[in-house]
């Protein structure tokens, strides 16, 4: 009993942590959650069916893929060209090293000095420098989205003990 309760508070508190690491760079946030529902669902007084637990998996992967490509889509959707993604995926792994404005501006610059680099109008740079900027978003978003649906899991089952 005293085990579950400790699982069950660690688990939450991971979910939380994870909602907070969808916005904080180098905490990631929807596996965190996914391991927070794991620890809630180890305990003897709530089982997840293996189709929540697969649920939640596929979609806390599939969001990690999403939110390393989005910025990039963003840039191909806002007339980037090949230049502007890669310039947009290579200032995203540059970006993680200079915390969460790195992030930010990362694919941001990216996409902009690539375009330029193409040969592009500042113009062009710009927009493609935006698409990336609300990939980011998009791609922020989906994480947030992944932990609700985790949450939401764990407090469905949580709520069905009372």
Same mark, same amino acid.
Request: charged letters at 5%; hydrophobic letters at 70%; proline letters at 0%.
């Given at each position: 009993m005293a085990l579950d309760i400790f699982l069950i508070v660690? +688990?939450?508190?991971?979910?939380?942590? +994870?909602?907070v690491g969808c916005i904080v760079p180098m905490l990631p946030g929807p596996p965190i959650a996914?391991? +927070?529902?794991?620890?809630?669902?180890? @305990?003897?007084?709530?089982? $997840?069916?293996?189709v929540e637990?697969?649920?939640?998996?596929?979609?806390?992967?599939a969001t990690?893929?999403?939110d390393f490509i989005a910025p990039a889509i963003g840039t191909k959707k806002? #007339? +980037?060209s090949n230049y502007g993604k890669w310039g947009c995926v290579? #200032? @995203?792994?540059i970006g993680l090293f200079f915390g969460f404005l790195g992030i930010i501006l990362g694919p941001f610059i990216g996409a902009v000095v690539g375009e330029l680099i193409g040969g592009r109008s500042m113009g062009a740079a710009l927009r493609s420098g935006w698409g990336s900027f609300l990939g980011f978003l998009a791609g922020t978003l989906a994480k947030i989205i992944s932990c609700g649906i985790i949450l939401f $899991?764990?407090?469905k089952a949580l709520i069905g003990l009372i």
């Open positions: 660690v +688990g939450i508190l991971a979910i939380l942590i +994870g909602f996914y391991v +927070g529902m794991l620890l809630v669902h180890f @305990t003897d007084r709530i089982q $997840f069916s293996w637990l697969v649920v939640a998996l596929v979609v806390m992967l990690l893929v999403l806002f #007339g +980037g290579i #200032g @995203t792994f $899991f764990v407090l």
